[in-house]
């Protein structure tokens, strides 16, 4: 009975006593992660207020063992940082973070309170993010080359961290702590058990770096289907601009409105008069109609302003990185206008945040029907891509316009994506001296009726591509320019022969006798095959300012 009381005193006790909470490091460290070379890096967590923390890192580099390490103290909430000075490249890193030492319990040793990851590696970090075509994986590009490239996937340079998906109604210091695949949230060696998972576009664009520059590579994986660049932006960076604050008043005003009882109540009554149609449909034998989904509060979707920089960016900050790539637009295609703005705020509002103008290059959008392949809102998206990009400098735009879909917004052919982000990073960053853009328009002259075009990013010379994609067979075949087409004084475009003559394009129609404008690959689903020597298209692109056809 004594022995009993005893046990019962001592657990109460230790119930009473303040848990003391062990140093933990922040999800993004972890085995085989990457830091950036060359640039300080932050290295932070949570420990007990007050408590000192210990950061060593040891690398492997070509000039031999490379060590730093730093003592710092958790501050009052238990946050801690510590900033360790730049490394060069290097594999086989212990990274070692050590807080106070804990006392066990009564008849166990002593917990040490220390994390110690392995096989960390110094090289170059990019950031991957966008919408469904960042998402893609390469197990889903079965069509695509998928199967090829995962079978030759291994290479322990290249790594990849996948932030779990998580919309938040403000900033978060961490990750989903529930993740729906316990493969997210941890640095994985690129490999066949591993590979199929990763983000298509990102893996060729790591692949084609890690090959180049001999140093790992390490990719953060930070994106979610058709979400639009609003949701990626914060919300101090939309209230401050004029044309984009109607996001957040939007918000707020739905926010404000809000009523939970309500809400379920009117989903209660929709869900029952759903059972009642499903009924019915069965027994005339049609489909069900589409189950009510559940109510949302504002500000809590991925689709809202702010939501998926809050819980998808800012855990990242302030991980030291190279870059970004950018896939992503198509659910701002209805607002090519307004994306001009909102695309180059985003990038400013990232680069805020990390504290440096990084270089950031997206995928321009490929060519699909969007409900009308002769519709030219995706036109649009493409030259506000452009704009936006040369708007805020050391950034650039991939050309994919041999690579679409015409009735798969998803289109399977990845690795010319992440292949031409790989070239406008290698020469714009790394200074490899490659050809990285497909013909560029840079001015038009008329005589008589040809409208005369020069183009820089010639590289050896025009050409008419030849190639295929799903609803656009054998383009260019029999080396015939496509995609042009001019317009007159009346401003009405026309089909237009258009031939190379040298480093020029000589456009012209039986239907204009002076041109006024020309404009080549301006639709939804454009069939388009200028080219350069180099093997890349040339962006879509027209040489007038006339306004929209369409409500901005």
Partial sequence: MTRCRFITLAATLALALPAAADVKPHALFGDHMVFQRNAPLPIWGTADPGEEVYVHLSVATVDGKREEGQA??????????????????????????????????????????????????????????????????????????????????????????????????????????????????????????????????????????????????????????????????????????????????????????????????????????????????????KPAPRRPGMPQEPGTGPFDPTTLYNGMIAPLLPFAIQGAIWYQGESNAGQPIEYRTLYAQMIADWRKRWGHDFPFYCVQLAPFNAGNPEGENWAYLREAQAIASARVHNAGVAVITDAGDKGDIHPQKKEPAGARLALLALANVYGKKIEFSGPAYKAMKVDGNKAILSFDHVAGGLTAEEFSMAGAEDVGKGGKLVGFTVAGEDKVFHPATATIEGDTVVVTSDQVSKPVAVRYGWKNFPVCNLANKAGLPASPFRTDDFEPLFKK
């Fill in 72 to 285: 710092v103290k958790a501050d009052k909430d238990g946050k801690w940082m510590a900033k360790l000075a730049p490394f060069p490249a290097g594999t086989d890193g212990v990274l070692t973070v050590r807080g106070a030492e804990r006392k066990a319990a009564p008849k166990e040793k002593k917990a040490p309170n220390a994390v110690v990851f392995k096989d960390v590696a110094v090289g170059e970090v990019w950031v991957a993010s966008g919408q469904s075509n960042m998402e893609m994986s390469l197990g889903g590009s079965s069509r695509g080359g998928g199967p090829e490239a995962i079978k030759n996937s291994t290479n322990p340079n290249l790594r990849v961290f996948t932030v779990p998906k998580f919309a938040r109604p403000h900033p978060e210091a961490g990750f989903n702590p529930k993740p729906l695949n316990d493969k997210f949230s941890r640095w994985l060696l690129s490999a066949p058990e591993n590979a199929p998972m990763f983000s298509a576009v990102a893996y060729y664009f790591g692949r084609d770096l890690q090959k180049a520059l001999n140093v790992p590579v390490g990719i953060i994986h930070t994106s979610w289907g058709g979400t639009p660049a609003q949701a990626w932006t914060s919300r101090e960076m939309l209230e401050s601009d004029p044309e984009l604050k109607h996001y957040v008043e939007s918000l707020d005003t739905r926010t404000k409105a809000w009523d939970p009882n309500k809400a379920r109540e009117q989903y209660e009554a929709a869900l029952e008069k759903w059972k009642k149609d499903a009924e019915d449909a069965k027994q005339q034998g």
